[in-house]
């Protein structure tokens, strides 16, 4: 509760702030799970994405990797996460990132949790690891297709998957915009 009370707080700041003026990723890996973290330059929005691998303890039994998600558009959520805490613990670490840079931005973490992660050990973990990537020197990118190869080159699952199950991706990459349609130059 007290990641989600915080981290509440801090994102109406961080809405405050000017958007980022580049695309940038994040890395940090702990307890056999990879996060990557995806910095947008737009308004601020959130989403965490979490593919499970057979053995690990959401998905000790299955045979497929399972994805899930959750998102917020830039009014927030209403309701509560179905990821549970780490989604808060995660947006809490990006905020805190964010509002120290003085920027907002549309984050998109992506997570896998690999085999060798057998144990829930708490939302502090991936509070933590995120908190060390946001310590670490982005790796910084004009475009978000760079932006998206590097995420990729780290992840083990495909980005057509990761997309197919990113509301906030699709919506960047196939939603039309008023602004798509005009020539700014002419204005």
């Known amino acids: 509760a007290v990641d989600s009370i915080v981290s509440k707080a801090l994102m109406e700041k961080v809405k405050q702030f000017p958007e980022l003026s580049e695309y940038r990723v994040y890395e940090s890996r702990y307890l056999d799970s990879v996060f990557e ?21 959401w998905n ?8 899930y998600s959750d998102w917020e558009d830039h009014k927030g959520r209403t309701t509560y996460a179905e990821i549970g805490g780490c989604y808060y613990a995660a947006r809490l670490a990006v905020c805190e990132k964010l509002v120290d840079e003085k920027r907002q931005a549309t984050v998109i973490i992506f997570r896998e949790a690999h085999p060798g992660y057998i144990m829930p050990v708490g939302v502090w973990n991936v509070r933590e690891t995120v908190r060390n990537a946001m310590k670490q020197k982005p790796l910084v990118y004009n475009t978000l297709s ?10 083990r699952i495909p980005l057509k998957r990761w997309i197919q199950n990113s509301e906030l991706l699709q919506n960047i990459l196939f939603q039309r915009r008023i602004t798509d349609f005009l020539n700014l130059e002419k204005l």
């Open 146 to 155: 760079e932006a998206l190869k590097r995420v990729a080159s780290q992840l």
């Open 60 to 67: 000790q039994y299955g045979r497929n990797v399972f994805l």
């Open 37 to 57: 973290v995806l910095m947008i330059p737009a308004r601020w929005s959130y989403e965490t994405i979490e593919a499970w691998y057979p053995g690990t303890v």
